[in-house]
T-cell receptor, first 116, second 114 residues
Framework: AQSVSQHNHHVILSEAASLELGCNYSYGGTVNLFWYVQYPGQHLQLLLK??????LVKGIKGFEAEFIKSKFSFNLRKPSVQWSDTAEYFCAVNGRNSGGYQKVTFGTGTKLQVIP | EAGVTQFPSHSVIEKGQTVTLRCDPISGHDNLYWYRRVMGKEIKFLLHFVKESKQDESGMPNNRFLAERTGGTYSTLKVQPAELEDSGVYFC????????????FGSGTRLTVV
């Protein structure tokens, strides 16, 4: 079975600080990895995704994530956060087994609060 | 393109009552998923439709939950009778294909059972 761990439950940063949110997954086969974001009062949106190829993935709004296969990690980064980045961030994994793709499994989420 | 639509956005019901949640996926998306998030916990998979067929319902908590997708278009999720632990946010998502494409989510239905 696949699983996802997000170790930071609540992160508070000042504007312009750098961000790194941890995500580790557990799955023995080929995986596809995602970060979703939920801004206050809005629905879940796809921030970025990794399928294959370059392990450094760039998403919207200046976010990027790096897939490190040896560490089973897919950490989310942003060099300089803004107040508008205040949201909850979810890491997710979609594993591929012999029968096709498994359902997407989400982590518990990390609430990011950016202080002006 | 219209997104995934869910309604109601909020529902407050008493324990023992019945509630039906509805999801309208993006037109042409054969795959429809239901997820649930209980307060502060992870977003958990409930079930997956491919058109009108249930491909995977391994996440359905118990037989008080019934999901349908008649005609392969919109889907309903009925909880009968509702219990306190059913409170949470129910998300619906759809995708055109299975696989590593990511889903488009609806805004969710916040269900409170009192």
């Amino acid at each position: 079975a696949q699983s996802v761990s997000q170790h930071n439950h609540h992160v508070i940063l000042s504007e312009a600080a750098s961000l790194e949110l941890g995500c580790n997954y557990s799955y023995g086969g080929t995986v596809n990895l995602f970060w979703y974001v939920q801004y206050p009062g809005q629905h879940l949106q796809l921030l970025l995704k990794y399928f294959s190829g370059d392990p450094l993935v760039k998403g919207i709004k200046g976010f990027e994530a790096e897939f490190i296969k040896s560490k089973f990690s897919f950490n989310l980064r942003k060099p300089s956060v803004q107040w508008s980045d205040t949201a909850e961030y979810f890491c997710a994994v979609n594993g591929r087994n012999s029968g096709g793709y498994q359902k997407v499994t989400f982590g518990t989420g990390t609430k990011l609060q950016v202080i002006p | 393109e219209a997104g995934v639509t869910q309604f109601p956005s909020h529902s407050v019901i008493e324990k023992g009552q019945t509630v039906t949640l509805r999801c309208d996926p993006i037109s042409g998306h054969d795959n429809l998923y239901w997820y649930r998030r209980v307060m502060g916990k992870e977003i958990k998979f409930l079930l997956h439709f491919v058109k009108e067929s249930k491909q995977d319902e391994s996440g359905m908590p118990n037989n008080r939950f019934l999901a349908e997708r008649t005609g392969g278009t919109y889907s309903t999720l009925k909880v009968q009778p509702a219990e306190l632990e059913d409170s949470g946010v129910y998300f619906c998502a759809s995708s055109q294909f299975q696989g590593p494409y990511g889903y488009t989510f609806g805004s969710g239905t916040r269900l409170t059972v009192v």
